[in-house]
Each structure stands twice: as C-alpha cells, then as structure tokens.
C-alpha cells in the first residue's frame, strides 16, 4: 500500500505564486513517472505535468512557461511550482505516481494523492 500526501494549496491572487508538493509512503521500491493533475468544477481532470524518474517533464501547453515539475529520488517527493497564476488555474490538484512495490518484479501500478484546492482570485 502506498500513500501520497499534498500539501501547499491556497488561495492566491492572480500572478500570485504557489507551491504544491507531493511525498509517497509505503512499500516503495522505486517510482517511474510521478506528475500533477487538476479538475475544475464540472470539468474533467486533466493533466498538468509529469516527471519522470530521470528528471524528464511534459507540461499542457496551458502551463509551459509558469509551471514548472520537480521531484526529489530520494525522498519520493514531488513539488509543483506555479508562477503567474491565472483564475482558470483554479481546481483540485492531485498528485500522481507510479510506483513499483516489489523488488522481485517490475510491475507498478498508479496512486493519487487526496488532491488539494487551489484557487486563483482577486
């Protein structure tokens, strides 16, 4: 079992900055990919960024330039750092990761985190 836990949410004002970050627990051995995903009221979630676990990132094309992914090895961590924050930045943020659990096998499976609310108002 694997727990993912968010933090950093809030309420900023347009071109404010915020910070999200993302740490997973539990029977880790490694985790490929790890990334964000938002969903705003009555809209599907969508993908944000994703990481690989040699520091490769995508980004939706609506966040290039003001986003930008992290991850840290070797404390299973995940940071989302968003600049020049936009009202339609506002949703759910959740964190993502595909985590391999067993050191006998490459198998891994995907966990989200809880998500956390950001919301971009004046």
């Known amino acids: 079992q694997v727990q993912l836990v968010e933090s950093g949410g809030g309420l900023v004002q347009p071109g404010g900055s915020l910070r999200l970050s993302c740490e997973a627990s539990?029977?880790?051995?490694?985790?490929?990919?790890m990334g964000w995903h938002r969903q705003a009221p009555g809209k599907q979630r969508e993908l944000v960024a994703t990481i690989t676990s040699g520091g490769r990132t995508n980004y939706v094309d609506s966040v290039k330039g003001r986003f930008t992914v992290s991850r840290d090895n070797a404390k299973n961590t995940v940071t989302l750092q968003m600049n020049s924050l936009k009202p339609e930045d506002t949703a759910v943020y959740y964190c993502?990761?595909?985590?391999?659990?067993?050191?006998?096998?490459?198998?891994?499976?995907?966990?989200w985190g809880q998500g956390t609310q950001v919301t971009v108002s004046s």
């Open positions: 993502k990761a595909d985590v391999r659990m067993s050191r006998y096998s490459s198998y891994s499976t995907y966990y």
């Open positions: 539990g029977s880790i051995v490694s985790i490929n990919d």
